[in-house]
């Protein structure tokens, strides 16, 4: 009795030295954890699907029609794949994505990022890595929201496939298995977010879908390749950096991100779209013009009037890869720089989402470029 009041006094002596320092609290308790070995590093496991973990509908050669069958959970994936297991311990924990990838919206990325946030990047968080499944038909926008927000210095590396599960040759188990060996690699640190697929790293920054049908379809067209995996390994060509001008932002205090709208540019275009756009509820437009962002001149009129009336537009740029290089001078439209209209939105919605100044949110997009190309000589040359 007497000792049992004794460590009575003794807990809740510890419990008021405890210290309150920590920046977030980790909070592992809604990973489960599959492992073999409890001396591997663990890593965090985020499944929102995709055809990763698809199965087909029509027969082993089936990658057009495929979902029609259930096909594996995120955990009975990586039991079938128990490879994996050799190299990490490995935390599941599984995010709603009614409507598949292409069904996904902006509320996905903002509490896989919480999550993250609270569990990989929290201090004293012994896990190294994350794994993201998500389909690839807009995996790039929950990438980069990740890659965004999640600001800890530890990968997060997306892994999806082309193929369902039950395909002849399935790609996903491969990238699944690569994806881990890049989670748990301290060479994979301050990188920023990446894709393994197709024995390759890409940068999510700078990399989109550029085939619809292919595993070969994530890359940098112009930026190029991180990385490969030889033997299930990654090497890296080069050493770690971020992408430039990257800019993060802190989501903890947000719950809700404003809707943002792209409309294309092209021969004929309905300039009326934009100001439909603003009455369903837009809080911003991104504009896609031909070439590096040209727009017709009914287009620069709507988009006057209505970045008058404070709503923010980002132009970006029509063809595959390139630059919408900022103006001279500060206008009124705010231009791209290297993202393309799908990095673009999500941007814009996480700056109007943290209460930016429309000054700031140019900055966000414009600030490297300007200081990269309007400076020196230039300033002569362009009369600044
Ligand atoms: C468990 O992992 C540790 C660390 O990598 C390794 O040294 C050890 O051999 C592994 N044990 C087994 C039984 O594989
Ligand atoms: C994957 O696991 C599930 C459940 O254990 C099983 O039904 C399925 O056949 C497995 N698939 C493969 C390809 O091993
Ligand atoms: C966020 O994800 C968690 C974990 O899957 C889930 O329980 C929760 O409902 C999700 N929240 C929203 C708003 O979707
Ligand atoms: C985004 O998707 C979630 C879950 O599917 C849904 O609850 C939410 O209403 C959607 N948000 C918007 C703005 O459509
Ligand atoms: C991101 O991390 C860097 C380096 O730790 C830090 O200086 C910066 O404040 C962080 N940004 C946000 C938005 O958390
Ligand atoms: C979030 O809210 C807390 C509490 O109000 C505040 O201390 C913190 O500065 C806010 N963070 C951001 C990024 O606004
Ligand atoms: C500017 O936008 C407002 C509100 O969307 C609209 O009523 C007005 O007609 C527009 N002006 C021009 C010149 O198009």
């Not at 049992?4 to 954890?33: E, H, M, N, Q, Y």
């Not at 001396?39 to 050669?61: C, E, N």
């Not at 790609?171 to 640190?189: E, I, K, M």
Request: proline share 7%.
């Amino acid at each position: 009795m007497l000792f049992l009041l004794f460590s009575v006094i003794c807990l809740a002596g510890v419990a008021l030295a405890t210290p309150v320092a920590t920046k977030r609290d980790v909070d592992l308790s809604t990973l489960s954890f599959i492992s073999i070995n409890s001396s591997l590093p663990k890593i965090a496991l985020y499944s929102t699907g995709g055809t990763i973990i698809s199965a087909l509908s029509y027969g082993p050669l089936d990658n057009i029609n495929y979902g029609g069958a259930p096909g594996p959970t995120p955990a009975q994936f990586v039991n079938n794949n128990s490879e994996v297991l050799n190299l990490a311990q490995i935390g599941v924990l599984s995010f709603p994505a009614p409507g598949g990838s292409a069904g996904i919206n902006s509320s996905l990325f903002l509490n896989v990022s919480q999550y993250a946030n609270k569990q990989l990047c929290a201090e004293g968080s012994d896990l190294v890595g994350a794994v993201v499944f998500h389909g690839t038909n807009t995996m790039i926008e929950t990438a980069i929201g990740l890659d965004l927000t999640v600001n800890c210095s530890k990968p997060v590396i997306f892994a999806a496939a082309m193929r369902p599960d039950t395909y002849i040759s399935p790609d996903g188990r491969s990238n699944f298995y690569q994806a881990v060996a890049a989670a748990v690699s301290p060479l994979s640190r301050d990188r920023g977010a990446m894709i393994a697929m197709n024995d390759r790293l890409t940068s999510v920054y700078y990399s989109t879908k550029t085939n619809a049908n292919t595993p070969d379809t994530f890359k940098a067209l112009e930026q190029g390749f991180l990385g490969n995996f030889l033997g299930g390994q990654p090497h890296y060509y080069f050493g770690a950096s971020q992408p430039t001008g990257k800019h993060w932002f802190d989501t903890s205090n947000i719950t809700d991100l404003p809707p943002v709208t792209i409309l294309y540019g092209h021969q004929g275009v309905d300039a009326k779209l934009l100001y439909n756009a603003v009455e369903n509820g837009a809080k911003g437009l991104v504009l896609i013009g031909p070439g590096p962002g040209a727009l017709a001149p009914a287009v620069n009129a709507a988009a006057a009037n209505l970045t008058a009336q404070g709503i923010p537009i980002v132009d970006a740029m029509r063809p595959v890869s390139g630059v919408s290089v900022p103006p001279p001078v500060p206008g009124a439209i705010i231009y791209s720089g290297y993202f393309d209209a799908e990095h673009a939105r999500v941007q814009l919605q996480l700056a109007i989402g943290s209460g930016y100044s429309y000054d700031r949110i140019r900055e966000v997009f414009e600030a490297d470029l300007r200081s990269a190309i309007y400076s020196g000589h230039n300033k002569v040359v362009y009369g600044l």
